[in-house]
């Protein structure tokens, strides 16, 4: 099999492209390896145009349990199944890296699947998936502006570490991904931990230079390669129905779009719409109203494009800085544990929050995370929030994505689990969608969480700041972008935190990029919108209710000994399923001792805790306790102290006289005092009754039934 490789030394680790028949059928093809990690990455296009309005580009990252060397999945399936939402975010993280440089007129479908082969649990596969798609993306017979790069950077201990290993990235302050080519900057991924503008900036010169040559690298191997690309057709449209659109609906639009209320906008569109369809039927020309349609979307792009960049105008008439109208209201479902609506302009999220036990905790299971969440953030937009029709078929990608980024913001500000112990779930449901409804949901959480009592430690909020870029390099930013900015304008960045800093970025473009130095700006001005919408929060609820709603549960925390976990969890679970069935509480017990106690009652609590401090007591001798006779023998009475632990009273310690029979002093099933008079060696208790009551006290009837 002939090979071509091409190796580079990068931040201290060996990086190797290999180009082979090895998936021949493919129209381009490479292996890719970094340390130990190895991902095979492949590009296939479709030989005919589709009949679409879009350009169908597909990625998939797909994770092998093999590549972790795990055997994972249902015990009658034991294989991989649906994406993890960690291979759906490191898919998208691909796609809004590369979809920008692919011409956006093409009608083929290109499918790029990232298989994921080994991982060595250090180095994140998702650094050779973006360099490997760009590779094969530049390899293939679909035009690309590329090449493009992606890297990990990350702040920790105040230093600057690129492409770090997971454990490193678990005490970072900042952890990010940025993606671009040679000359720009067009995707970011950040998590921090309140940082400030100034780092983000240092960050993203220090990746923008390793893009750089990370890019002149993937440069160099092309040259090794002959690459036909196919044309591009582009849409052609009758000249008659051409003039009609530049004069009649053109005139329309400059009349009648740009309006004080986005609903007035939208319902002129609707106009200009019905306008061209009338015109096509008169013409008898109807079969053209797809490519008619997309002149008519070109056109909006430039009169919006022309109108914020000459005239600072927008399409509700808004400043370029400034903030929708923004309404806050919390405790507005009267059984959930706690809610928070943000409403800004016609962008409205309403959060949800459910307090559960720590064991209803997410499990995660995958090839690279493994482990309990505690924490979980789900976002929902349903089709009527954009006024139409469509099934509920379950969260997409952008769904899932949108989630983990409220997620990401969030996170930072939560309690610990040792002072707050409780797992949160969080639901933002959009009931209206206007732009920005991610960092609506940030926004919503964060007054939820604080109208739940989850003792955050301060609001978060969030901001989406747009791009309109001119043909001469002229750019002006537009603050808090809504639904025709956002669908017309060249960039979404969206900033996320508290008054003390960043906690989440992300950003897509659908031009080349932007520079670093944009990037300073958009986050100055994210930083004055952030505290104008935290000063509003704060004015609605400025710190976490005291107490707990009363439809929440109750959680008790104590700890036992190690060497006693097998005593309360029993043989076969007996004894702890005991304790859960008594009780009514649910009891988890953690490897070094800790157990929590979750009940829908406090007296529910109480009786669970009282039964396993029962079963672990050490008791001693000359102790006076309750139990209950579970056994009655000719010789005496088995006394039950706890679930799992009995003691003996020898019928001659029953009374202070002789006794005939056991059942003369004691039935079955009666609670009685006891002492304990023996601890034997092998943990054997030897109790007494008799010295348990008063020594003048004859009457036979020492306990209660």
């Known amino acids: 099999m002939n090979k071509k490789t091409f190796k580079k030394e990068f931040a201290g680790r060996n990086l190797e492209i290999e180009f082979s028949p090895l998936a021949e059928n493919a129209d381009a093809s490479c292996l890719i390896r970094y340390g130990e990690t190895v991902a095979l990455i492949t590009l296939v296009a479709s030989k005919q145009d589709e009949n679409t309005d879009f350009f169908p580009l597909m990625i998939d990252y797909e994770e092998k349990f093999y590549a972790a060397g795990k055997i994972y999945g249902s015990r009658f399936i034991r294989r991989e199944t649906r994406p993890t939402e960690g291979a759906i975010l490191t898919g998208r993280l691909v796609d809004r890296t590369l979809r920008p440089l692919f011409d956006q007129d093409t009608r083929r479908k290109v499918q790029i699947v990232i298989t994921v082969l080994s991982i ?65 900057i067009n995707m970011i991924e950040v998590g921090a931990k309140e940082s400030q503008e100034d780092e983000i900036e240092e960050i993203s010169k220090i990746s923008f230079e390793k893009i750089k040559e990370l890019v002149s690298w993937q440069e160099e191997i092309l040259k090794n390669f002959e690459v036909d690309k196919i044309n591009i057709k582009k849409p052609e449209v009758d000249q008659e129905i051409r003039e009609f659109i530049n004069s009649t609906l053109k005139s329309h639009f400059e009349d009648k779009y740009f309006k004080e209320t986005p609903q007035e906008g939208y319902k002129n569109h609707d106009q200009a719409t019905d306008l061209l369809k009338e015109f096509l039927e008169e013409k008898g020309k109807l079969d053209q109203l797809a490519v008619a349609e997309s002149i008519v979307f070109h056109l909006l792009d430039e009169l919006v494009h022309e109108s914020a960049l000459k005239h600072e105008k927008r399409f509700d008439g808004r400043k370029l800085d400034q903030v929708r109208d923004i309404e806050i209201f919390t405790g507005v479902l009267p059984r959930t544990h706690g809610t928070g609506m943000f409403l800004r302009g016609k962008t409205h999220a309403l959060s949800i929050i459910t307090l559960g036990a720590p064991g209803d905790s997410l499990m995660q299971q995958g090839m690279e995370v493994n482990g309990e969440k505690h924490f979980i953030h789900q976002y929902n937009a349903p089709s009527y929030s954009v006024g139409e029709t469509g099934p509920n078929r379950g969260p997409g990608r952008r769904e899932i994505g949108h989630g983990a980024l409220a997620e990401k913001a969030i996170q930072p500000m939560l309690p610990s689990r040792e002072e707050f112990p409780y797992t949160i779930r969080v639901v933002t449901e959009i009931l209206s969608q206007n732009g920005s409804t991610s960092m609506a949901s940030v926004c919503g959480t964060s007054l939820a969480l604080m109208d739940a009592g989850v003792p955050i430690k301060k609001h978060v909020a969030g901001i989406a700041i747009g791009l309109m870029t001119g043909s001469n390099g002229e750019y002006k930013l537009l603050t808090d972008i809504q639904g025709p900015e956002d669908h017309h304008g060249d960039m979404d960045c969206k900033v996320a935190g508290t008054k003390d800093g960043i906690n989440a970025m992300q950003m897509d473009v659908k031009i080349d990029g932007i520079t670093p130095e944009i990037i300073s700006e958009i986050l100055i001005r994210a930083k004055k919108a952030r505290l104008e919408i935290l000063e509003k929060m704060e004015a609605s609820i400025a710190s976490p209710k005291k107490d707990l709603s009363p439809y929440a549960p109750k959680i008790a925390i104590i700890s036992i000994p190690v060497e006693k976990i097998g005593g309360v969890i029993g043989s076969g679970g007996k004894t702890i399923h005991a304790i859960i069935e008594k009780s009514g509480a649910l009891v988890e017990i953690k490897d070094d001792g800790t157990i929590y106690i979750t009940g829908e009652t406090k007296e529910s609590i109480s009786i669970a805790e009282a039964l396993i401090k029962g079963i672990v007591k050490e008791y001693e001798v000359g102790e006076i306790l309750e139990g209950k006779v579970s056994k009655i023998l000719d010789f005496g009475a088995v006394i039950e102290l706890s679930p799992n632990k009995e003691g003996l ?54 306990g209660r039934n």
Do not use: C, M
């Open 120 to 184: 060595d649990r250090e180095n994140d596969p998702d650094f050779i998936a973006l360099l490997g798609a760009s590779i094969v993306s530049s390899l293939s017979p679909i035009p690309f502006r590329g090449p493009a790069a992606g890297i990990r950077v990350a702040k920790i201990n105040n230093e600057v570490v690129l492409l770090p290993t997971y454990d490193e990235r678990e005490n970072s302050s900042i952890d990010s991904f940025w993606g671009g080519i040679k000359t720009k």
């Open 649 to 702: 009273v020898h019928i001659s310690e029953l009374a202070p006289r002789r006794v005939n029979t056991v059942d003369e002093i004691v039935k079955l099933g009666q609670i009685i005092s006891v002492k304990v008079i023996e601890i034997l060696p092998d943990g054997k208790i030897r109790l007494s009754l008799k010295q348990a009551t008063n020594q003048d006290n004859t009457n036979t009837n020492h």
